[in-house]
């Protein structure tokens, strides 16, 4: 259940630079919009911030971003990103997640299982090779083709050493221009800090999405080399004294993907045909953790990571639904569409040129609703696979590495090509906690949605289930199970295809069975829908260059993004709403119960705190899921600030930005210090945030 599953359904949109809103855009570090920028500002970034930036952002793989915030490795990021190393941390009766954690000294550091962070070496054009390899070829031949290119330029990126290196291909502006991505990994990465649950959360849902807010969302990890703190010169000096209202500041981080070049009528199918039965969904699974929870604090504790996941994505998707329905926004994308296409068809050369990408679409999303149920349900699509549990997913993911590693590297499924076969291994070789009964929870509940889902009478349906129920096959199989063994799971994954063929592990048996249909499905709806979907996009994107230049910002891909703004509040039904919150303003909204009840260590502490001392604060900065954990730095480079959400108004920011009403909340570092020093009494940590070394 690593995923994000709000990063799961996202693709993305761009708008021309002169549509654009003052501060709108998430910019890569190749393409700043300088000139804006000194303009609006009166600030150019030199060629030494710029790769100051570069070296000290990171991106953690699961999800979420982060930062250096001193020489010897040490790693900003959010409570909420830590949650799953948290979870993963508690064995026995312990609650990290919930209680929080201190190392007081280096040997107190505990490994995360399989936290991955990226810091970005180098960003590389190769759009001429990708389109050289893809010309004319569609369907099939063009997923193959995709395939082996990135496989070539991610193996030579590599250059055979896989657990130091990691390299991506990147597809920006919906395909009119791709990009290698070269990273340093790091997998040997230890918590450091993380507070309690009830302050950095506090106000739950209520507050969730909204402001003001007093919310401590922090964890520090550190990133070690050799089983040493790792060397990292450059990274974000700590501001004792956060940032001031207006004060120019930048977002430093990895916006996972927005939908914002996304034709209208792809956004209309994710609407209706994708969005509403994940919605609905999702809800109907929030409802079986919060009855499984109900049973004890045991079973509080094992579901928490993924509901809280789950409250979270339900949100966001009630904003995307409530702004994909706005007939303002509605009307706009019509509009831009339609403006496009009556561009590529005003002359002869130009409906030569470009055809009708439109159709193609237009039939691409017809099949693409045919499809999808089946694809969802065994394939996994936008993350319907974690239903299945933390077993069954180590189960597949066995399964198809094993099969895969035997294939060309080209030839292969994107996760298991050689230079990202590491992260799959420590995710399977990791360490960590399996809950025998809430694993039986969620195979029997997803049993029962493959039946419900595909029909009764669906061939695959029988195969699986046979004469069982779901929640007889459940209980079989996780009980039957050695998968929650690390060794066993090392022992198969190094013994591959000969290892899963000769294993009578009922999961590896369920995975084994599936896997043709399941590969069946996926290979159909990425030569039916994908493919024509991308050559299409590629198309559209590629008119736009011609119409108006490559003067804008392209789309969130997850991948490291500046945004520029402001420390500025907004108004709201007439009212303002001030930039920033104070300590004292915590304590008169805590209320003594949940979810205003403050951890007992900020209640000892009040006595000690200035009252006047800056808690959370909002930006105009463009952002959107994936920036949690970004740091906030001034025009010096310094962190004043540590991203944590975005309002409610944000919600619709992965369709459109709105400059007047759209905000960035963050943490401010004058209260991340005073909070470390005086609530948490940890000097050594205070001074190396102040300090910038051990």
């Not at 790769?51 to 020489?71: I, M, P, T, Y």
């Not at 994908?530 to 991948?559: H, L, Q, V, W």
């Not at 759209?662 to 300090?691: C, F, G, M, S, W």
């Amino acid at each position: 259940m690593k995923r994000m599953f709000v990063m799961a359904l996202t693709g993305l949109f761009f708008t021309a630079a002169g549509a654009a809103m003052a501060d709108e855009g998430m910019w890569t570090l190749d393409h700043l919009p300088v000139k804006q920028m000194q303009q609006r500002y009166g600030f150019t970034p030199s060629p030494q911030w710029i790769d100051l930036v570069q070296h000290a952002a990171l991106r953690l793989a699961e999800g979420c971003s982060g930062s250096f915030v001193s020489a010897n490795g040490l790693v900003m990021t959010n409570h909420h990103c830590a949650n799953a190393c948290l979870s993963q941390l508690s064995k026995g009766h312990e609650d990290y997640m919930s209680n929080g954690y201190v190392a007081l000294k280096q040997e107190d550091e505990p490994k995360c299982p399989d936290v991955e962070l990226n810091q970005l070496q180098s960003i590389t054009d190769v759009t001429a090779q990708v389109n050289a390899a893809t010309a004319g070829k569609t369907g099939a031949d063009r997923v193959k083709a995709e395939r082996a290119i990135d496989s070539k330029l991610e193996q030579t990126c590599v250059n055979g050493d896989a657990k130091t290196w990691r390299c991506d291909v990147i597809t920006l502006y919906n395909g009119g221009r791709y990009a290698l991505y070269k990273y340093r990994r790091y997998q040997d990465v230890r918590l450091v800090f993380a507070p309690e649950q009830s302050i950095a959360f506090f106000g739950g849902d209520p507050d969730n999405f909204n402001f003001p807010r007093y919310d401590l969302d922090v964890a520090f990890f550190r990133a070690y080399v050799d089983d040493k703190p790792a060397s990292t010169p450059q990274f974000f000096k700590f501001s004792m004294q956060g940032p001031k209202a207006g004060e120019l500041t930048f977002v430093v981080g990895n916006p996972g993907q927005t939908q914002r070049g996304v034709p209208w009528i792809q956004l209309a199918a994710m609407r209706d045909y994708r969005l509403v039965p994940f919605f609905g969904f999702l809800t109907e699974l929030r409802g079986v953790l919060w009855q499984y929870g109900r049973a004890g604090a045991q079973q509080t504790k094992e579901a928490q990571d993924l509901r809280f996941g789950l409250e979270n994505t339900i949100k966001v998707f009630n904003g995307w639904l409530q702004t994909l329905a706005d007939e303002n926004v509605v009307e706009q994308k019509q509009k831009q569409d339609a403006a496009l296409r009556e561009w590529m068809a005003a002359t002869p050369e130009r409906r030569a040129k470009y055809g009708d990408p439109w159709a193609d679409l237009a039939r691409a999303q017809e099949r693409s609703k045919d499809l999808r149920a089946r694809y969802d349900m065994l394939e996994g699509g936008d993350g319907f696979a974690d239903r299945f549990g933390q077993l069954f997913g180590y189960a597949r993911t066995l399964v198809r590495a094993a099969a895969e590693r035997n294939k060309p590297d080209g030839e292969r499924l994107p996760d298991y090509r050689q230079a990202n076969l590491p992260a799959v291994q420590q995710a399977v070789e990791s360490d960590v906690p399996v809950y025998p009964q809430y694993e039986q929870t969620l195979l029997s509940w997803s049993l029962e949605k493959l039946r419900q889902v595909l029909g009764a009478d669906d061939p695959t349906v029988h195969e699986v289930l046979g004469k069982q129920s779901p929640d007889e096959l459940a209980q079989h199989l996780v009980s039957g199970t050695h998968l929650s063994e690390t060794a066993v799971r090392k022992q198969l994954w190094d013994g591959g295809e000969k290892a899963i063929e000769a294993s009578n592990d009922p999961l590896i048996q369920l995975a084994r069975q599936i896997d043709p249909e399941s590969r069946t499905i996926r290979k159909q709806y990425e030569d039916e829908v994908t493919a024509p979907t991308d050559k299409a996009d590629e198309t559209i994107a590629k008119a736009r260059f011609d119409r108006d230049g490559m003067s804008s910002y392209p789309d969130a891909t997850f991948t490291l993004r500046l945004s520029y703004g402001k420390v500025v509040g907004w108004n709201e039904n007439g009212a303002p709403v001030p930039p920033f919150t104070y300590f004292g303003g915590l304590y008169k909204r805590a209320t003594g119960a949940d979810p205003f009840k403050l951890p007992d260590s900020w209640i000892k502490a009040q006595g000690s705190l200035d009252p006047a001392t800056p808690m959370d604060f909002v930006t105009d900065n463009d952002i959107i899921g994936g920036n949690s954990g970004s740091p906030v730095i001034d025009r010096e480079g310094h962190a004043v600030g540590l991203i944590f959400d975005g309002n409610i108004h944000s919600l619709g920011g992965d369709f459109i930005y709105d400059g007047s009403n759209n905000r960035a909340v963050a943490v401010d570092t004058a209260a991340l210090v005073e909070a470390v020093r005086k609530v948490y009494n940890l000097p050594r940590l205070a001074d190396e945030l102040t300090q910038g070394h051990l």
